[in-house]
């Protein structure tokens, strides 16, 4: 079946910075989903993306939809320790309803 | 508030039992799914179901069975627990894809250890 690559696996990094993650795959997505999953929940939409070259921002948190419809990246500006869990890519298309997802890259907060 | 819930947090069992981990979403949605969570290996769908009695193979089926008798309630069996079957376990919902972009609604999982 169809396959995401994500990166990195983990992060470590101080409060305050910012970071960056991408996801990248072998076939075509018409739409691109991050999600977050907190420690001991399930995972939760944080932005979706359907229109290939898009940038969306939601409060720190900005994701692109690259040209290619091949990749997404998530950046996160300042971060804080409420940022930590972990986050999942999902790529998928309009007719299954069905997503693909990142095996997902935790991040972890130094304050 | 959309909900998803499962009907257990937390499950010990023994191998070879049968156990049933049960999802309610209150959203209304056709669509709904099983996946399984291991370190590392990220989220691998077990069962798929777009509609009450249709289902689907992910691409983890081996080892479970899957029943929707009722919109809102998705079912995951394992019919003989094996200890490799030891994971969180996550439900999801969603609408179809022509009303959403596919954004699926999580249950806050269940945690399965076969000893």
């Known amino acids: 079946g169809q396959q995401l690559n994500q990166s990195p696996q983990s992060m470590f990094i101080q409060e305050g910075e910012d970071v960056s993650m991408n996801c990248t795959s072998s076939?075509?997505?018409?739409?691109w989903l991050w999600y977050k999953q907190d420690p001991g929940e399930g995972p939760v939409l944080l932005i979706a993306l359907y229109k290939a070259g898009e940038l969306t921002s939601n409060g720190r948190l900005t994701a692109q939809f690259g040209i290619t419809r091949k990749d997404s990246f998530l950046n996160i500006s300042a971060s804080i320790p409420s940022d930590v869990g972990i986050y999942f890519c999902?790529?998928?298309?309009?007719?299954?309803?069905?997503?693909?997802f990142g095996d997902g890259t935790t991040l972890t907060v130094k304050p | 508030d959309v909900k998803v819930t499962q009907s257990s947090r937390y499950l010990v069992k023994r191998t070879g039992e049968k156990v049933f981990l049960e999802c309610v979403q209150d959203m209304d949605h056709e669509n709904m799914f099983w996946y399984r969570q291991d370190p590392g290996l990220g989220l691998r769908l077990i069962y798929f179901s777009y509609d009450v009695k249709m289902k689907e193979k992910g691409d983890i089926p081996e080892g479970y069975s899957v029943s929707r008798e009722k919109k809102e309630r998705f079912s995951l069996i394992l019919e003989s627990a094996s200890t490799n079957q030891t994971s969180m376990y996550l439900c999801?919902?969603?609408?179809?894809?022509?009303?959403?972009?596919?954004?699926?609604?999580f249950g806050p999982g269940t945690r399965l250890t076969v000893l």
């Open positions: 999801a919902s969603s609408s179809p894809p022509d009303v959403t972009y596919n954004e699926q609604f």
């Open positions: 076939s075509i997505f018409n739409t």
């Open positions: 999902a790529g998928s298309n309009t007719n299954a309803g069905k997503s693909t």
